[in-house]
């Protein structure tokens, strides 16, 4: 994910006002075309792969290391796409830019299902996650922008929730494709569904997001980035672990003996507990102060996946579900906003730095997964590994306050309130 994300840490309450019909019904237009934006570029672009990966080892038996080599490739297109826009911030109000992007999109998820090369799909991925990471950021910095100038700024959360709608639609649509196509159908149908996602949704910001140039901000001096190393290796290490859950977890549940026809439906429910998950954790943040939330999301998370370890019933792997996409998104969300907190001057170049720490766990993770998952003749090691990474994570951030001054942990704190 990426800076962007931090937006959502705005509480959401999506009351209509009772003035200005017009704009309320512009304000509405953008945020649904900016929901339906998100679920082409994540829930579908970032993530059907993970629910088609089953099919695809089902139907031409690729090995859990080659799945994790073009997972690996996929997110190395989005940290490459992250940094191009954190480096670039004049592509972040390009419409031609993103229409593009979001056409790459479409195109890389469709071709998925026209050959059978090992190089031809890790090309496409890698496109797709350079498309998708350009995506959300323009897609997040446009809307919220345009919501927050018609007076709509409290409708933001919501926009997130875009990447589980897509997760919990790919997850409930693939099996249908799948009984028409297999797997190379399950591609090819995804992919004309974004293809009519993203009409409807750039028909509903047309003409409502008006372009414009990046806010100059006045010369400084750069912030020190001290107070940031320990949320960056937290961060690295749920890169690390989150990965390897988001890459397997439908192949893992339909290799389980009895638990085959749920494979699918697993991923629905990841997406479900997604949908609302930015939002509850930047109340419960306010609740308890961002480094406590971050620190019950790390652990929720961990435990989820060692539940997932030896998970063979329906209800450990709906414990393992919810739990991780009740966590994910959430960790993301108030991680941005304590490195934005902590470097307000230099808020991008925090973004980018932890951006870059959260993609590169996330290339290494899915690589490793496989391979150790092939030589282990199983996902034991591998999710045993990736919860440890959480927690890990967790501990670092458990640990942080001692590495940050009084004076920068109070104004973390007045940041959050």
Request: charged share 10%; with cysteine; hydrophobic share 50%.
């Amino acid at each position: 994910m990426t800076h962007t994300a931090n937006m959502s840490i705005m509480e959401t309450d999506l009351t209509i006002h009772p003035q200005g019909t017009q704009k309320n019904r512009e304000a509405l237009y953008i945020l649904l075309g900016g929901i339906l934006g998100l679920i082409v570029a994540m829930g579908i672009g970032r993530f059907a792969f993970t629910p088609i990966l089953a099919l695809m080892q089902r139907d031409i038996g690729i090995s859990n290391s080659v799945a994790g080599w073009i997972a690996g490739l996929n997110y190395l297109g989005y940290l490459a796409g992250a940094l191009l826009c954190s480096f670039a911030p004049h592509l972040i109000h390009s419409r031609p830019i993103a229409i593009f992007a979001l056409i790459l999109s479409i195109v890389t998820t469709t071709a998925m299902g026209l050959s059978s090369s090992v190089i031809w799909w890790g090309g496409l991925r890698l496109i797709s996650g350079l498309a998708s990471a350009m995506l959300f950021i323009i897609i997040s910095a446009e809307v919220s922008e345009a919501l927050v100038r018609r007076g709509f700024g409290h409708w933001v959360g919501a926009l997130y929730g875009g990447v589980g709608t897509g997760i919990a639609l790919s997850g409930l649509v693939i099996p249908w494709l799948d009984q028409m196509g297999r797997w190379n159908g399950a591609w090819i149908g995804m992919g004309v569904i974004s293809a009519v996602i993203a009409v409807i949704g750039v028909s509903f910001t047309r003409g409502q997001i008006a372009s414009s140039k990046p806010t100059t901000v006045q010369a400084h001096q750069p912030t020190s980035i001290w107070p940031l190393w320990p949320l960056t290796i937290a961060y690295f290490f749920e890169g690390l672990g989150y990965i390897v859950t988001a890459t397997f977890i439908v192949a893992i549940v339909a290799a389980t003996p009895g638990l085959e026809m749920y494979a699918s439906y697993s991923w629905v429910i990841v997406g479900l507990a997604a949908v609302p998950s930015t939002v509850l954790w930047s109340f419960l943040s306010r609740r308890i102060g961002n480094k406590k939330a971050l620190i019950a999301a790390y652990a929720l998370q961990a435990v989820g996946i060692c539940v997932s370890v030896h998970a063979d019933t329906i209800n450990e792997v709906m414990f393992a579900a919810i739990s991780f996409g009740g966590t994910f998104m959430g960790i993301v969300t108030l991680t941005m906003a304590e490195g934005h907190s902590r470097m307000k001057l230099d808020g991008k170049r925090a973004a980018a730095i932890l951006t870059a720490s959260f993609g590169v766990g996330q290339i290494i993770g899915p690589v490793l997964a496989g391979f150790l998952a092939d030589s282990q003749e199983g996902f034991s090691l591998p999710l045993l590994l990736a919860s440890l990474f959480v927690l890990t994570g967790g501990i670092f951030t458990l640990i942080d306050s001692h590495f940050i001054s009084p004076k920068q942990q109070k104004g973390a704190a007045s940041c959050r309130t």
